[in-house]
């Protein structure tokens, strides 16, 4: 979503050491949605590294264009929510740019609040672009 075209090769070895990196820590996770064997959906929860944010977890999650308004995403942050409760997390942050208005909704619904803008945070098509910083603390 983030990357243009090129910009990223994937390496299968390397990604799958990544996904093993994110496994072997206790605040970290993937959740992926398949439909006919066909990867469609994810959320990465990547929690923090030190004492002092080991409690905050950053959320990057997508989902295939031709699968969005089907409730999948809903699905996702609830599965997300139990994992971090289970996990004794507190809180949830994501970044999303400011015209992403099915993602906004989204994560409002999924209890997130808007914390603050990154005035022209990206470069898009000849146009600068913020960024919201959302979070949701969990109880």
Same mark, same amino acid.
């Given at each position: 979503m983030l990357l243009e075209p090129g910009e990223r090769t994937t390496d299968i070895g390397k990604q799958r050491q990544r996904i093993a990196d994110v496994l072997s820590h206790e605040n970290q996770t993937i959740?992926?949605?398949e439909?006919?064997?066909r990867l469609i959906g994810y959320l990465r929860a990547g929690g923090g590294d030190y004492q002092h944010n080991r409690h905050n977890v950053y959320i990057v999650v997508g989902i295939l264009q031709a699968f969005?308004?089907?409730g999948i995403g809903t699905a996702l942050f609830q599965t997300l929510? &139990?994992?971090a409760r289970s996990h004794k997390l507190h809180?949830?942050?994501l970044n999303v740019m400011v015209h992403?208005?099915?993602g906004i909704a989204l994560y409002t619904k999924s209890g997130f609040v808007i914390e603050g803008t990154r005035?022209?945070?990206f470069y898009i098509n000849n146009h600068y672009v913020d960024e919201y910083?959302? &979070?949701r603390l969990l109880g």
């Amino acid at each position: 979503m983030l990357l243009e075209p090129g910009e990223r090769t994937t390496d299968i070895g390397k990604q799958r050491q990544r996904i093993a990196d994110v496994l072997s820590h206790e605040n970290q996770t993937i959740f992926v949605v398949e439909h006919d064997d066909r990867l469609i959906g994810y959320l990465r929860a990547g929690g923090g590294d030190y004492q002092h944010n080991r409690h905050n977890v950053y959320i990057v999650v997508g989902i295939l264009q031709a699968f969005t308004n089907q409730g999948i995403g809903t699905a996702l942050f609830q599965t997300l929510e &139990a994992w971090a409760r289970s996990h004794k997390l507190h809180r949830l942050e994501l970044n999303v740019m400011v015209h992403n208005l099915a993602g906004i909704a989204l994560y409002t619904k999924s209890g997130f609040v808007i914390e603050g803008t990154r005035k022209d945070a990206f470069y898009i098509n000849n146009h600068y672009v913020d960024e919201y910083y959302m &979070a949701r603390l969990l109880g």
